[in-house]
């Protein structure tokens, strides 16, 4: 049986994954995080989470100004603050560069802060999604180079993957089964009961960490794929002129029907992961069809969704270039403030190269990252029940609950699409 009170547990990133994860520790443990980023530090001891994940008292009941032997959250921006820890939970992002390859220098330079502190008989766990075999061939060099250890001899390592859903408050981290894995047994044995002394909703105890890389890996390549095929049915039937969302909800009505909906796929999973498993599975030789298939389809969705609005202006004769159009929402899904790899910036781009002025109005981003990362000025405010300006163009691409009711209607001088079927469909023209 493990001994729990010494479980002294350090979480290298508080972003979207690590956060959640350090308070639900802090609960039961001594947990220090601890991120690069100062200002996000700051915020946590001021118990502002601008990912919105974890509200102010869920922060205010757990974070500790002081280190401490009980439980509770330190959070630091230093890393020698660590270096009494002997357990590591890294759970930075792991994002691809511009040619969609995977890029772990994140991951890596993580490793690398942890190899600076880590001691013998210390666990060093992974989150972050990677393709199958990353935290055994490329993590654990860095950790051995870095530390002069060797695994399995004087450290060991788990991975057991963040199944995080952004903006999701039901399925939060305690109530998602974990999987979970170690570098032996042993190893398995103590990763999957530390996780076990905070999941609710229980673990799954892998074989061997690769199979849990695996396992992640194709969750949301899964999803992607379907995601893609229904897609691809959005543009089949609107060539049939028939409502892809009515179809989608008369086939529901069969048991087995997986049922999906159409529309962008962007953001730090859905749109990412597939790439991480295509990358290693060329590296083997073999060129993955259906999944960068379903890549292709899914990131061309907001260039389709410009070309289908630029059709219709035309059909009403409205004029398109200088026109006014607005984008309602900007993250990458509803109710949820990460603007990382949002597909919205694509039907932005795309109806920009036709002399649109775009607006676009977002009430839960923060804009100046907005500005820093795609360098579009949001909109400060909106009135959504008296939009006086003349636009030409309206898009509603992310269906937050601030847009709930919101006051439009299709006119003779107007375009009103609905990518996420919102909206009462009498009063638009089109939606995916």
Not at 124 to 134: F, N, W
Request: charged fraction near 25%; hydrophobic fraction near 35%.
């Amino acid at each position: 049986m493990v001994n729990k009170s010494k479980y002294n547990i350090g979480i290298i990133g508080l972003g979207y994954v690590g956060l959640p994860l350090a308070v639900e520790f802090s609960k039961k443990y001594p947990v220090i995080g601890f991120d690069i980023n100062l200002n996000r530090i700051n915020q946590i001891t001021k118990f502002n989470d601008i990912t919105l994940e974890i509200t102010k008292s869920e922060l205010s009941s757990v974070i500790k100004t002081k280190k401490s032997n009980k439980s509770g959250l330190y959070v630091t921006n230093i890393l020698t603050h660590l270096k009494n820890c002997n357990i590591y939970i890294i759970t930075v992002p792991t994002p691809i560069d511009k040619h969609n390859r995977p890029l772990l220098t994140p991951l890596l330079k993580a490793s690398e802060f942890v190899g600076t502190i880590l001691k013998n008989n210390d666990y060093v766990i992974y989150e972050s999604t990677v393709y199958p075999g990353a935290t055994e061939n490329d993590c654990v060099k860095v950790l051995e180079k870095f530390s002069n250890l060797k695994l399995n001899k004087n450290f060991y390592v788990g991975y057991s993957p963040e199944r995080i859903n952004p903006g999701d408050k039901e399925h939060t981290v305690s109530n998602i089964l974990k999987l979970t894995s170690g570098s032996t047994p042993d190893a398995a044995n103590y990763v999957d009961n530390l996780y076990k002394s905070i999941i609710k909703a229980g673990t799954y105890k892998t074989s061997s960490i690769k199979v849990a890389e695996a396992a992640k890996v194709i969750e949301n390549s899964q999803r992607d794929i379907n995601i893609a095929f229904v897609n691809e049915l959005s543009k089949i039937f609107n060539l049939m002129n028939i409502d892809t969302l009515e179809v989608l909800k008369a086939a529901s009505t069969k048991w087995n029907f997986l049922n999906f909906k159409p529309g962008l796929v962007g953001g730090h999973c859905i749109g990412v992961d597939p790439y991480y498993l295509s990358q290693k599975a060329q590296e083997y030789g073999y060129n993955p069809e259906i999944i960068l298939a379903g890549r292709r389809i899914n990131d061309g969705m907001g260039k389709h969704v410009a070309s289908e609005s630029i059709k219709l202006m035309i059909k009403k004769n409205i004029t398109i270039k200088n026109s006014n159009a607005l984008i309602l929402g900007f993250t990458f899904k509803e109710n949820c403030t990460d603007i990382r790899n949002t597909r919205v910036i694509d039907i932005y781009n795309e109806l920009v190269t036709y002399g649109i002025k775009v607006n676009v109005y977002d009430p839960i981003a923060n804009k100046k990252e907005v500005k820093n990362e795609y360098n579009i000025d949001l909109i400060e405010k909106l009135n959504l029940n008296n939009l006086k300006k003349n636009y030409s163009l309206i898009i509603l691409a992310v269906a937050h609950d601030q847009f709930f009711g919101i006051n439009i209607k299709k006119s003779s001088n107007k375009i009103i699409f609905d990518i996420k079927g919102f909206l009462n469909k009498k009063y638009v023209d089109a939606r995916l």
